[in-house]
């Protein structure tokens, strides 16, 4: 967790130059050198207010968490309220630009990897994994019964994490309308009428 006190254009500086490098270099060969040296910055920086790389990356991945619960929350904000807008504006924020950039998406696949072995970076995955799966339990439960509702929002969860997945392995440029008209298909086959 860096240290308070640390001024929010060096602190974004250095996430940025994270991102970067990650993109760059992939994890194993992003230095603190590197990414000290990409932010204009001293190495010192990054030991003192985060503790090291590992302290870093994981304020990397929270600052990528944070851009998407900002993009599924702005868009909630603007949708209607009843269900299916809500649960359209989740699968919208899940693939913002802020989430399906090149430098986005080899971000998270790194995170993703990287979870398997560290147990910060995999609480935090975990964590997100949570918040996705209860935004869209609570929406779809609003209109089914308890238990369809969580099979719908697994379901969900895993056609969002899944067409992610298989466009950023793709390679190109990310095709942001068919994942959306994908999981939008899937929302109307589980959604009765009425959730309009």
């Known amino acids: 967790m860096p240290k308070l006190g ?4 060096r602190r974004d500086q250095l996430i940025r130059a994270t991102f970067d490098t990650i993109d760059r270099v992939g994890l194993a060969d992003a230095t603190i050198a590197e990414i000290a040296g990409r932010a204009g910055l001293s190495t010192g920086i990054i030991s003192h207010y985060f503790g090291g790389k590992d302290g870093l990356l994981n304020a990397a991945m929270r600052q990528i968490l944070r851009d998407l619960r900002n993009a599924v929350a702005r868009r909630a904000v603007m949708a209607a309220p009843d269900p299916r807008s809500q649960l359209r504006a989740i699968v919208e924020g899940n693939f913002d630009p ?15 990897a990287a979870s398997m ?13 949570r918040r996705l799966y209860s935004n869209l339990s609570h929406q779809f439960q609003r209109v089914l019964p308890p238990e369809p509702a969580r099979t719908a ?3 969900l969860a895993a056609m969002i994490d899944g067409l992610w997945l298989r466009g950023s ?28």
């Open 117 to 129: 072995h560290d147990a910060q970076l995999r609480r935090l995955q975990r964590a997100n994994d």
């Open 153 to 155: 929002a697994r379901g």
């Open 6 to 9: 640390m001024p929010p254009i």
């Open 98 to 112: 802020s989430q399906v950039s090149a430098t986005a998406m080899r971000v998270w696949l790194t995170f993703w």
């Open 169 to 196: 392995l793709a390679g190109g440029e990310f095709d942001v309308a068919q994942a959306q008209r994908i999981a939008y298909e899937y929302l109307d086959q589980h959604l009765p009428e009425r959730a309009h």
